[in-house]
Each structure stands twice: as C-alpha cells, then as structure tokens.
C-alpha cells in the first residue's frame, strides 16, 4: 500500500518533467553550461537539458512498470485500434536501424520505439497527473514570450525559453534567434492537454501570446483551436466579457507595432520571397517546403534516412509528420504513416480529447515536432486519453464535463 502511494504521488511528477523538459532546445544555457569554448566553437556541454528530460522519462517509466506490474497489466494495452498501429510504428522505427554502424546505433531505434510504446501504456495507467508539468512549461514559455516582445518590439519570437543560435559548418555564429514554432507547438499542445479549472486562462494566456509572437504557424493553429470552441459551443459568458477588452489590447499591441508581426504571416500565405526564412534568394517559404518535400520523396530510401529525434543536421527534414516518418523509415515508411495517421484520426473520433487531437493533427501539416521534438507527447497523450474513466476536454462548459464524467463512472 505504501509503495502504491508513493507511486501515485512522485512518478507521474518525474515522467511530466521528462516530457516538459525534453523539448527545451535553449541555445544561451547549452553554451553557459559549455567547457572547451573558442571563438569559433561553442564548447561541449555539460548540461543539456533535452538530455535530462529524457533521462528522467526513462528511469521514470522504466521504474514505474518494474514496480507497478499488476497496475499495468490490468489497465492493459488499451483498444486494439490504438496499440496495433503503436507497434508497426515501433517495429518500422527498428529496422532503420540496419542503416547505421555499429551494434549500438543500430538497435538505438527500436528502443526509442519501445521506450515510447511502455510510455504510451503508462500514460493510460497514470493519466492526467503526467501532463501537470507539461503546463507549468507552457506558462513558463508563454512568459518568456511576453518578456521577449516588451524587450524586443515588433520580432517574430519564440520567446526565451526556446533560444536558437545557428552556426555553419566551421562553428561560425551566423543567427541568434529564438524557435517560434516549436514554441508555438509546446504551448499549444501542452495548453490543449491541460484539464484543470485554471485552464481558460492558460489557454488564453497562450492564445494571446501566439499572435503577439507573430509565428505564422501559432497563429494558424491558435486560429484553428478558436474555431472548434465555436464549433463545439465550448464557451461561457465569462468567455465574452474577457474577449472584449484582450481583443482591444491585442489590436492597440499590433497597432503600436505597425501590425508587423502579421507581416511574416501574410507574405507566407502570399507566396512572396522570403530569403531569412528560405534560404534560398528569391524561394517562398511554403515553395521551399514543398521542394524539400519533393526531393526527400524522389529519393527514398528502402529503409529511409535512418530515424532521428533532434539531430537535424543529418539531413533536410520534412516539415510533415506522415511524410517525415516516409523519409526517416523508407519503404516501411509508409506504413508507418498510415498507422500514425490512424491512430490521430481514430483517437480524435473515438476519444474525449478533441482539441488535442486536433491540436496534433493541426501541428503536424506545417512542421516535424510532433514526431521530432515533441514526439513522447503524441505516445503519452495517445495513452492518457484511451485510458479508463478520462474525461471531456471541454474548457468552459464545465457542467457538461462534469456530466459526462458522472456519466462515465455510472
């Protein structure tokens, strides 16, 4: 009983931290935290902090089915339609393996895969209580948007939580930036995900820090997750009273700011030239993409480019998730793809959790992270919203969650 107790109260807080803090690329902290620096070398870290995360999401999920067995064998794998497609997932993962040198390398893969698949059972044993640190997160980053755009008026951002130096291939510092889109993924999703009474005002706070960031795809996604509240008459009339006055401070923002953080948006969606964003002179952004797209499914490989994480050095990634996994896995690949799909589109129709399935599925058409970055969050989420007893994601209809929670319960 005791071991059970303590169970429920610290694993689902170390699995949360290895999920909120895996995704946390903070260039200004990686080279802090460097010895062997030069003027043309950053140094080697001794503090990573994706690194970290996933070491306390491996020990904690490890630890968690070794001393919780029975628990895990009850709740079991879940429906079929779900955990099937989970395992050919994990099985494509492995055999891109056979591409790299090495006993290690080549066996990395499908423990990635195996690691994220015991994830998955876990989240559907565990629930909710992973995501708590997931949100604390997200707040984090929302606050180091709105300190980034006071400071630094008018700039596209990601806010200081996501710091991203770019460097060539001697070491030489040619960008220093922050990563707006796996900001705006990280808030979203996380915010999505988060079922607690203070979850209207986090998912404002993150609304509105999508577009004083001025992140095309923030703002598309944040402009996707107000439709289905309209869609789903998910509102309150506190919803209409705080709407009033955060749209008049939100429009007086861009007015100040000459409405240029909608600049970057509108030249995307109009195709026009953007040489910072491309690349390439003269090449929009989404011609860009579909060229890389085009060149990454031309040359296939049968067992693909070998599947990886974070390391985006290795080749130019697909900014698609069913498409990236066809680039990473080959052949396999594709099915790969298909059963990701399926596993999205099956939970967002069968589950409780509409807004973060559509959150994923959104996040997913414009970039990687969700398979990349982010990637533990769509195995845990996939989890935690086919477990027993979850219930309704609404955000303001509160009566109506309680409803059908009863209803759950008998």
């Known amino acids: 009983m005791a071991m059970g107790m303590n169970t429920n109260k610290w694993y689902p807080s170390i699995i949360g931290a290895g999920l909120a803090l895996g995704p946390i690329h903070n260039s200004f902290l990686t080279e802090l935290t ?27 999920i490890g630890f968690f089915v070794l001393n919780n067995w029975i628990r895990v064998h009850k709740v079991g794998l879940g429906p079929s339609q779900i955990y099937i497609p989970l395992l050919i997932i994990v099985i494509a993962m492995g055999l891109t393996g056979i591409t790299e040198n090495g006993l290690g ?30 949100a604390i997160g997200a707040f984090i980053a929302i606050l180091g948007i709105f300190a980034y755009s006071v400071v630094n008026p008018g700039v ?35 915010t999505s995900v988060f079922i607690h009474r203070y979850r209207p005002i986090l998912i404002v706070l993150g609304l509105i820090a999508m577009i004083i960031s001025g992140s095309p795809e923030g703002i598309f996604a944040g402009g996707i997750f107000c439709l289905v509240i309209i869609i789903r008459k998910d509102w309150h009339k506190k919803l209409l009273y705080a709407a009033i006055p955060i749209a008049i401070l939100i429009s007086l923002w861009l007015s100040i700011n000459n409405f240029t953080l909608l600049n970057y948006t509108k030249q995307i969606i109009t195709f026009k030239p953007l040489i910072a964003a491309s690349g390439l002179p003269g090449e929009d952004v989404i011609g860009y993409r579909m060229n890389v797209i085009k060149k990454a499914l031309i040359n296939i490989k049968p067992f693909g480019e070998g599947y990886n994480l974070t390391n985006f050095g290795k080749m130019q990634n697909v ?15 594709i099915l790969a793809a298909l059963a990701w799909l399926w596993v999205a589109i099956y939970c967002l129709i069968k589950t409780k959790w509409r807004y973060a399935w559509i959150m994923i599925l959104t996040l997913s058409i414009w970039d990687h992270f969700i398979w990349t970055q982010l990637g533990p969050w769509f195995w845990v989420i996939a989890g935690i919203s086919s477990g027993p007893f979850i219930i309704s994601d609404r955000i303001f209809r509160i ?11 008998g």
């Open 156 to 190: 596209i951002n990601g806010g200081y939580l996501f710091i991203s130096h770019i460097y060539d291939d001697n070491w030489i510092l040619l960008k220093k930036g922050t990563n707006y889109d796996i900001s705006a993924g990280y808030i979203l999703l996380a």
């Open 319 to 333: 900014h698609n998730v069913p498409l990236v996994l066809i680039q990473q896995m080959g052949y396999i690949g």
């Open 34 to 60: 460097s010895i062997n620096a030069t003027k043309y070398y950053p140094g080697d870290p001794y503090f990573f902090i994706p690194t970290f995360g996933y070491i306390l999401l491996i020990l904690g």
């Open 399 to 409: 009566k109506k969650r309680r409803y059908e929670y009863k209803k759950a319960l």
């Open 105 to 134: 390398a080549r066996l990395a893969p499908l423990f990635s895969g195996v690691a994220f698949f015991t994830l998955y059972v876990v989240g559907r044993v565990l629930g909710k209580s992973i995501l708590f640190p997931m």
